[in-house]
């Protein structure tokens, strides 16, 4: 397997005018990883302008919408908030949920219910998402990028199921465990490390669910995945693409053949960088469990395959946000 990143074009299996109006088509002749700007105007500039805007704005603001006023999980995170397998990591962010899986009447109400004494009030995910009030345009243009990339995401996976060779009566039963996502969207805020630090902006991990679909600033050398011989190398952005990680999900659907990626973030160069992160991820009561499609592929490959415990993803998604932050 060689050690690099694959570019796959997603164009056959997007529905005819949801993605391409809006985002700048790939164009296969400039795909090399590049510092240009998403150009000036397009949607996918817009959001990471947004994104920058939102953590200049100042901290009181910022920090107006913090976790803690929420459910602890959607909202706003300060710089050294985050935590990765325990150690701090060197970036602030913002986190939006999918509607409560529980009561998704509580989604998006401006007045989140407070209990008077700052504590917070929701159950974890039962939260309302805190939007930035400005930049103004924060909010409809997130959600437009939300809605495409859920479009992506379920583009992805249809290509993956035929990829796995699945029936269509397979891909109508893996289709109907996504069909209602639990997505994440993060935006995060990245200053340079301090200069002569030996420190990492996000630590080593994988992602939990099916597929991230991350949009970042064009600055090279700050991503980095563990190939498949065991090197960190690059995923520097390429305009007109979106970088695409595997899940916790498709390793355990897969029987550990798409192993999810382990990255990391080191990002040292001295300006700012914003990205934006979309997680794909399963219907929040789904049943995640090997794919008997993937065995069959596993097997006419000469893969070996080892079947993982079935989880229902809520599950395990609550079980790895509750250790994500130092309040
Ligand atoms: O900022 C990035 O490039 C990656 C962020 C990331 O890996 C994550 O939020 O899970
Ligand atoms: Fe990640």
Not at 30 to 43: A, E, I
């Amino acid at each position: 397997m060689p050690d690099n990143l694959p570019i796959i074009d997603p164009l056959p299996y997007l529905p005819p005018s949801s993605l391409l109006p809006q985002l700048t088509p790939l164009s296969p002749s400039d795909l090399q990883p590049s510092r240009k700007l998403p150009p000036r105007g397009s949607m996918q500039h817009e959001v990471l302008e947004l994104g920058r805007e939102f953590f200049h704005r100042p901290r009181d603001e910022k920090e107006s919408i913090g976790l803690g006023k929420s459910d602890g999980v959607r909202g706003y995170q300060k710089l050294h908030q985050n935590i990765t397998k325990g150690k701090v990591d060197h970036h602030e962010g913002l986190d939006l949920y999918a509607p409560s899986p529980y009561t998704k009447s509580t989604q998006d109400n401006d007045d989140p219910k407070s209990n008077g004494n700052g504590e917070r009030n929701f159950k974890p995910l039962d939260g309302p998402n805190q939007w930035p009030s400005q930049p103004e345009p924060f909010k409809p243009k997130l959600e437009q990028w939300i809605e495409k990339m859920k479009v992506l995401g379920w583009a992805v996976m249809h290509a993956m199921a035929d990829g796995l060779g699945m029936t269509s009566e397979e891909w109508g039963e893996l289709g109907g465990l996504v069909d209602d996502s639990f997505w994440v969207m993060r935006v995060i805020g990245y200053p340079p490390l301090p200069n002569g630090a030996d420190g990492i902006s996000c630590g080593e991990h994988k992602d939990y669910g099916c597929l991230t679909l991350l949009h970042a600033d064009p600055i090279p050398s700050s991503l980095q995945v563990l190939s498949r011989s065991n090197q960190w190398i690059n995923a520097d952005p390429i305009e007109g693409c979106i970088i695409v990680n595997i899940g916790e999900m498709w390793e355990i659907w897969t029987g550990g053949m798409y192993p999810s990626t382990l990255h990391r973030v080191i990002h040292k160069s001295p300006t700012y960088r914003v990205s934006i992160p979309f997680f794909y991820e399963p219907n929040f009561n789904a049943r995640v469990k090997l794919l008997e499609a993937a065995e069959r592929k596993a097997k006419e490959e000469g893969i070996e395959v080892e079947e993982k415990d079935e989880v229902v993803y809520g599950d395990f998604l609550l079980g790895k946000v509750s250790g994500n932050f130092k309040y």
